[in-house]
Nanobody
Framework: QVQLVESGGGLVQPGGSLRLSCAASGRIGSINTMGWYRQAPGKQRELVAAITSDGYTNYADSVKGRFSISRDDAKNTVYLQMKSLKPEDTAVYYC???????????????WGQGTQVTVSS
């Protein structure tokens, strides 16, 4: 019922910037939390950044000061602005949304298909 579509990934040089977007469509309900995860080659998936419905944010230590998460509630979209990119940021980045339905009685997790970010010279 819900689709998350990521965009904005690509190949950039070290020190460059990218902005990832994740647009949610379908039966959205109410948003508890939206966030970005990433999975690098040979690594486990890890939380990069998250933002709650109240606007609270959380970042992985490795990206603090370089990445910024934000929302556009009117567009059901979450963004990840990435600056000062490093080769170790190379990964597939996945959008995640935890959505609430039926006045809070039901909650579900949804995932996007992922977008590749490659940082290399």
């Amino acid at each position: 019922q819900v689709q998350l579509v990521e965009s904005g990934g690509g190949l950039v040089q070290p020190g460059g910037s990218l902005r990832l977007s994740c647009a949610a469509s379908g039966r959205i309900g109410s948003i508890n939390t939206m966030g970005w995860y990433r999975q690098a080659p040979g690594k486990q998936r890890e939380l990069v950044a998250a933002i709650t419905s109240d606007g609270y944010t959380n970042y992985a230590d490795s990206v603090k000061g370089r990445f910024s998460i934000s929302r556009d509630d009117a567009k059901n979209t979450v963004y990840l602005q990435m600056k000062s990119l490093k080769p170790e940021d190379t990964a597939v980045y996945y959008c995640n949304a935890n959505l609430r339905y039926a006045g809070g009685a039901l909650s579900y997790d949804y995932w996007g298909q992922g977008t590749q970010v490659t940082v290399s010279s």
